[in-house]
């Protein structure tokens, strides 16, 4: 038995301990041999490893490099799977691994593999990162790679000296070369394979990132392999985080996608990070490449800097983390308050599907958060409970002006485009807010359920205000509610204790969830209460202001709904 086969044997028998996303992708792996669409060639995933064994010496070594099982594993059933006409199955490799794994001497030995082992004529192949210093480091050992051993140097020239530019092979035209961001004259570049160094750096919307991942359209089977340590955008809508998020669907099944292999070494979510048993789930290298001692000194520094706390998780065991200082709220905590764990990765489409329906006719107090001019606005239901122990329910909604939904996506970095498809998001005509289409959604709402009262901001509110009258919206319902420390203070924390205490139940929206960990307060320094801070331009929160508006006006003495006491009869015979 190969050692790949092996250890995807162990990792599912746990004889190796794994954390789940790899537990997965090797059951993925196991129960794809039994699929007729699709086939395994073993020695072509042998065939990678063996050439990299043979020729590829690591820095400062005389022998060729040996590949540790978890490698060998990746690279087997990664050039294994072949579809019916022959060629490679997957075209894009996730691999996120904590740091100091190894994993910058495989990306070179797999770009000179690219170059003149993997049957491509006229190969282009490209080692990029988000600078040229760092897409270099990761060339240069290809480089040093191809000096070491006498074969590659004979088969391989390098064009320039101190920098060498580029490395070539003269019989089929084959090209590996380094790219950085900005390298817009690369944009006709025919790509056979390309490796994106630590993809966590990587911004959405990123030329580079669309040169590569469509430029090997016209290829037999061209190669993506994005490799990367956890980053620090957590929830967020960074273009790695996008990444980690898909390749944990499609482990899951909740997509299908044949072309997407994810590898992601990880601790589980209820894992102690503390425990250093846990921590070769994210560094399989443990025991081959260092020992558990490196880690114990690298976690023993990072307490007495708690600074450093979030760098050492993020680094030595890549566990994701937010960037964002002095949040709200943690964004731990709001997950914890969906109504269906995320831990079963529920779908929010269907979750907000399904309390539409079930809430229909319920008691609910709405208020509204409105854009200036081409920003996003937001309405929010909040819906008290009516009998003890039932939770505070809350449905979002979202308007952004259809004009600038493109460039605002690039712009801010933000999957405005992707939440508009996905019905999270109603684009609005025109290159501002129409108050109309909000105007629309309101009388639609107070027609599907019992809405006591709307509650807004005089700022920019005036145009809507006007609408809903002429329609025939009741003005009764109509209540002012000025974002002023006064009036915001009390609503704040009343908000926060709710999901602390997990009393508040909601669909994991992803607008709102994102909104959520943008969320930072502004403090009146006289009296230390708390607004929503709404300077910072591209980190919207309009529809957390909207949620505590409308938690406001429902927890106001005048309006509370006492809940219903639940009661059991029992009788006797």
Not at 39 to 63: L, S, Y
Not at 134 to 145: D, L
């Amino acid at each position: 038995m190969s050692v790949a086969q092996a250890y995807i044997d162990d990792v599912l028998s746990g004889k190796v301990l794994a954390g789940q996303w790899i537990r997965k992708a090797c059951l993925r792996h196991q129960k794809d041999l039994t699929r007729t669409d699709i086939w395994f060639d073993a020695e072509a995933g042998e065939r990678v490893i063996d050439f990299i064994q043979t020729f590829c010496n690591p820095p400062n070594e005389t022998e060729p490099m040996k590949l540790m099982p978890w490698q060998q594993a990746c690279l087997y059933i990664l050039f294994g799977w072949k579809r019916p006409d022959g060629y490679r199955r997957f075209r894009r490799l996730y691999l996120e691994i904590a740091k100091k794994n190894g994993k910058t001497g495989l990306a070179a030995a797999l770009a000179l593999y690219f170059l003149i082992a993997d049957g491509e004529q006229s190969a282009r192949v490209f080692i990029a990162a988000t600078a040229l210093k760092q897409a270099r480091t990761c060339f240069k050992e290809a480089v040093a790679m191809r000096n070491r051993n006498a074969e590659l140097k004979e088969a391989i020239a390098q064009a320039g000296n101190e920098p060498v530019l580029a490395l070539y092979v003269a019989e089929n035209g084959s090209r590996l070369s380094p790219m950085a961001r900005g390298s817009d004259s690369e944009d006709g570049a025919v790509v056979s394979a390309a490796i994106l160094d630590e993809l966590h750096r990587w911004k959405t919307g990123a030329n580079l990132w669309s040169v590569l991942r469509y430029g090997g359209r016209t290829r037999k089977q061209p190669l993506l392999v994005a490799i990367t340590t956890a980053g620090s955008s957590a929830g967020q809508t960074s273009l790695c985080w996008a990444e980690h998020e898909y390749g944990q669907r499609v482990l899951d099944g909740i997509v299908t996608d044949d072309e997407f292999m994810p590898f992601i070494f990880s601790l589980d979510p209820k894992d102690d990070w503390k425990d250093e048993a846990n921590w070769v789930k994210a560094n399989p290298s443990l025991g081959h490449l260092f020992d558990l001692e490196t880690i114990r000194k690298e976690y023993t520094e990072a307490q007495g800097k708690p600074t450093s706390l979030g760098e050492f998780k993020r680094y030595c065991l890549n566990i994701w983390t937010d960037e964002a200082a002095d949040p709200a709220i943690e964004l731990a905590k709001w997950d914890e308050c969906c109504r269906v764990p995320l831990s079963s990765y529920p779908s929010p489409k269907r979750l907000r599907e399904e309390s539409l329906k079930e809430l229909a006719g319920r008691i609910c107090f709405a208020a509204a958060d409105l854009a200036p001019k081409n920003d996003t606005s937001a309405l929010v239901l909040v819906f008290p409970p009516l009998t003890k122990g039932e939770k505070w329910r809350i449905i979002p909604f979202f308007w952004i002006p259809n004009a600038n939904i493109e460039a605002r996506s690039k712009r801010d970095r933000v999957h405005y485009d992707r939440w508009h498809e996905e019905g999270f998001l109603t684009a609005t005509e025109g290159d501002i807010t129409d108050p109309r289409s909000i105007a629309q959604a309101i009388i639609e709402i107070n027609q599907k359920f019992d809405l006591k009262e709307l509650a807004y901001d005089a700022a920019y509110s005036e145009e809507l205000i006007r609408m809903l009258g002429e329609a025939g919206f009741p003005m009764q319902k109509f209540v002012q509610f000025p974002q002023s420390h006064v009036k915001m203070n009390g609503p704040c924390n009343e908000w926060m204790r709710k999901i602390l205490r997990q009393e508040l139940a909601h669909d994991n929206d992803p607008v709102l969830r994102w909104q959520v960990g943008n969320l930072r307060w502004n403090t009146q320094k006289a009296t230390g209460f708390i607004k929503p801070d709404k300077d910072k331009k591209r980190e919207k929160n309009d529809g957390c202001v909207a949620m505590i508006m409308a938690l406001g006006r429902a927890t106001d003495p005048e309006n509370i709904v006492k809940p219903k006491q639940k009661f059991f009869y029992v009788s006797s015979r």
